[in-house]
């Protein structure tokens, strides 16, 4: 392992760093995105993304985690890039302290629906329009903890590499496949593999617990504040509601989304 040290937060590197987790359109233009933290590098490592650059802080870092991550990072690109920088520097470029001192450059990948692997019985979650990335990381964590398929983005307004959506979903958003398409990409998608589409929406529904998910199932949910749009709610198969017995109509959409799923998975569990 060769370390190559940065002294200075001018140094061009730095700036390219920050400009990438700052600016979606660079990300999108350069290929590349930024992971921080122990956690969230190996997943992604794990889950095959190529790294191009590696900022460590030796201060910060353990030397056990340090040489996972660059054993795992040799192994996709032999050629990658570390850059060892001192602690004053980490904390201008960490996006939250306690990140364990590293931070990745990693080349992203296309997200499409063919990219998906399913099986016989798979259970997606679909969002429509979901514009802030915490609340998609939160649902990408709850799809993780129920072991689901994959969740498809449909129409997003913030891009699957924004380092807001990474930190949120914990590394989620690696260790589940994710596609990202329009909403008339996606029912097509869905009915071409015979998946059913149930709706999450208050109006003209059922009660979730009394829907049957043991089949292939795809759980569509909207924004908080429109919900759902119409094509979503004529493609639906089924329309299901939760419950709301105080004086709010609205869960958030990560919280309603975990009780979906794990409504889904007691009912295949049982």
């Not at 650059?53 to 054993?71: A, H, K, M, Q």
């Amino acid at each position: 392992m060769r370390l190559e040290n940065i002294t200075s937060a001018h140094n061009q590197k730095i700036k390219d760093l920050l400009a990438l987790q700052e600016k979606s359109k660079l990300r999108c233009e350069e290929g590349l995105f930024v992971v921080e933290g122990c956690r969230e590098v190996s997943h992604c490592l794990d889950a095959g993304f190529v790294p191009r650059t590696l900022f460590i802080c030796g201060e910060f870092i353990s030397e056990d985690d340090l040489n996972d991550i660059v054993g795992k990072a040799e192994a996709l690109n032999k050629n990658v890039g570390i850059e060892q920088v001192p602690s004053g520097i980490y904390s201008k470029i960490a996006y939250r302290g306690g990140t364990e001192g590293i931070i990745a450059e990693v080349a992203s990948k296309e997200r499409t629906l063919d990219s998906l692997n399913i099986g016989k019985k798979p259970l997606i979650i679909v969002l429509e329009s979901v514009e802030k990335p915490g609340n998609l990381g939160a649902v990408l964590r709850s799809a993780d903890a129920a072991d689901a398929d994959a969740v498809i983005v449909c129409d997003p307004l913030t891009d699957l590499y924004n380092p807001n959506l990474i930190r949120a979903s914990l590394g989620a958003i690696f260790t589940r496949q994710v596609a990202a398409a329009t909403s008339e990409e996606a029912i097509a998608w869905l009915r071409s593999h015979h998946i059913q589409i149930l709706t999450a929406q208050l109006q003209d529904s059922s009660l979730y617990y009394d829907t049957d998910m043991t089949g292939p199932t795809a759980i569509v949910m909207g924004t908080e504040s429109t919900g759902l749009t119409d094509i979503w709610r004529k493609a639906a198969d089924a329309r299901i509601r939760i419950p709301m017995l105080g004086r709010l109509d609205s869960l958030n959409v990560s919280a309603s989304a975990a009780i979906l799923l794990f409504e889904a998975l007691r009912q295949r569990k049982s």
